[in-house]
């Protein structure tokens, strides 16, 4: 399964996570997007989720200091406790031995990042 993770502020905009979801996707078969589960109600995820016919995986914030990043914003290890939450959502999603395929990416707006990672039994 290859999954697109995202971080995003809370002003980020249906055309911010498509725009970072298509630069970091480029060329890859996005089964399913993630976030961390304190985003569920966030309306551009889920207005995303709709224009993309995705699943939408909500990953628990423990869940997200497990995870092995490439990069490191400040503030979301502050606030997430990982380098990445981008990252991290799109390998705690992608399951069991996940591998990122992209690495965080940010939006022109720099209100949202995305990454993209495969399971390890794909």
Do not use: W
């Not at 990445?84 to 990416?105: F, T």
């Amino acid at each position: 399964m290859i999954v697109a993770g995202f971080g995003f502020s809370s002003s980020a905009t249906l055309a911010s996570l498509r725009t970072v979801l298509e630069l970091a996707a480029e060329g890859q078969n996005v089964n399913a997007l993630a976030t961390v589960a304190d985003k569920a109600g966030h309306a551009a995820i889920a207005a995303l989720a709709d224009a993309t016919g995705l699943p939408v995986h909500f990953v628990p914030t423990d869940d997200l200091a497990e995870q092995r990043t490439l990069t490191c914003s400040p503030r979301s290890r502050a606030t997430y406790g990982t380098g990445s939450v981008a990252e991290s959502s799109a390998l705690a999603a992608a399951g069991h031995g996940a591998r990122l395929i992209s690495p965080r990416q940010i939006s022109d707006d720099r209100l949202a990042t995305c990454a993209v990672a495969i399971g390890g039994h794909s």
